[in-house]
C-alpha cells in the first residue's frame, strides 16, 4: 500500500513569494490534515479535511495561507506573502476517517524562508 | 484545551540500557493518547496508542507505555535501546468530540551511544 506522498520535499523561496505543497492521500482515506512542525516543536494542526470539506481551520493563519482538497482526494496548501517565520516542515497526515484513526504521515515538505 | 508536556528535551543513552521517556498531558476527560517517532527526513510513525481497557500497551519495535490516570502519565519505555532506536519521540493527545483533533508535545531527542 502506497503511503501520503508529498512535494516537493524542499523549497527555499524569499520572504514575499508564494509556495505550494501537494499532498496525495492514502487511497480511500477520506480524511486528510495538514500540520506545520517548527524547528524545536511538535505538529501543529493548520487545517482538516472530510472529503472535500473542511472540519477544522481555527489555527490557519487565513490572511496568508489557504488549502483546498477538491474532488475529495489530493491537497494543496499555499502560503501568499510568505514571511520569515513560516520556516518550517509541513507535514500531511491521512486517515480511515475522521474520529479515533490512526494518522499515516507523509515525509513532509521543508521550507526555508530566507 | 488540552496539553502535552515532555519534560526531556534531550535524552542520551547507552545502546543496550533501558529508555523511558515522560510525558504528561492536561485534560478534562479520559484522552485518546499516541506515540510517535520521527527519524531524520521522515515523517512521524505511530508506536503505540491507548484508547481504553488495559493501562499497559505494546506497540512496535519493543516499545510500550503505561497510562497512569492520577499522575496524567503516559511514559513510553523500552527495557534495551538499539542504535536505531535514535530519534524524536512525540506524545500526542487526541480530544473526542467533534473533530478528534491531535495535539502534540514538544518531543524528546533520544541520542543513543554504542
Known amino acids: 500500500e502506497a503511503g501520503v506522498a508529498q512535494s516537493p520535499r524542499y523549497k527555499i523561496i524569499e520572504k514575499r513569494q508564494s509556495v505550494a505543497f501537494w499532498c496525495n492521500p492514502i487511497s480511500g482515506h477520506a480524511t486528510l490534515y495538514w500540520y506545520q512542525q517548527i524547528l524545536g516543536q511538535g505538529p501543529k494542526l493548520l487545517i482538516q479535511?472530510?472529503?472535500?470539506?473542511?472540519?477544522?481551520d481555527s489555527q490557519l493563519p487565513k490572511d496568508r495561507f489557504s488549502a483546498e482538497r477538491l474532488k475529495g482526494v489530493d491537497s494543496t496548501l499555499k502560503i501568499q506573502p510568505a514571511k520569515l517565520e513560516d520556516s518550517a516542515v509541513y507535514l500531511c497526515?491521512?486517515?480511515?476517517?475522521?474520529?479515533?484513526?490512526?494518522?499515516?504521515f507523509g515525509p513532509g515538505t521543508r521550507l526555508t524562508v530566507t | 484545551a488540552q496539553s502535552v508536556t515532555q519534560p526531556d528535551i534531550h535524552i542520551t543513552v547507552s545502546e543496550g540500557a533501558s529508555l523511558e521517556l515522560r510525558c504528561n498531558y492536561s485534560?478534562?476527560?479520559?484522552?485518546?493518547l499516541f506515540w510517535y517517532v520521527q527519524s531524520p527526513g521522515q515523517g512521524l510513525q505511530l508506536l503505540l496508542k491507548?484508547?481504553?481497557?488495559?493501562?499497559l500497551v505494546q506497540g512496535i519495535k519493543g516499545f510500550e507505555a503505561e497510562f497512569k490516570r492520577s499522575q496524567s502519565s503516559f511514559n513510553l519505555r523500552k527495557p534495551s535501546v538499539h542504535w536505531s532506536d535514535a530519534a524524536e519521540y512525540f506524545c500526542?493527545?487526541?480530544?473526542?468530540?467533534?473533530?478528534?483533533?491531535?495535539?502534540f508535545g514538544k518531543g524528546t531527542l533520544l541520542t543513543v551511544n554504542p
Open positions: 479535511f472530510q472529503n472535500n470539506g473542511v472540519v477544522d
Open positions: 497526515a491521512s486517515s480511515s476517517g475522521q474520529g479515533v484513526y490512526e494518522q499515516y
Open positions: 500526542a493527545v487526541m480530544r473526542g468530540g467533534s473533530n478528534y483533533k491531535l495535539t
Open positions: 491507548y484508547f481504553s481497557g488495559d493501562t
Open positions: 485534560y478534562g476527560a479520559t484522552p485518546y
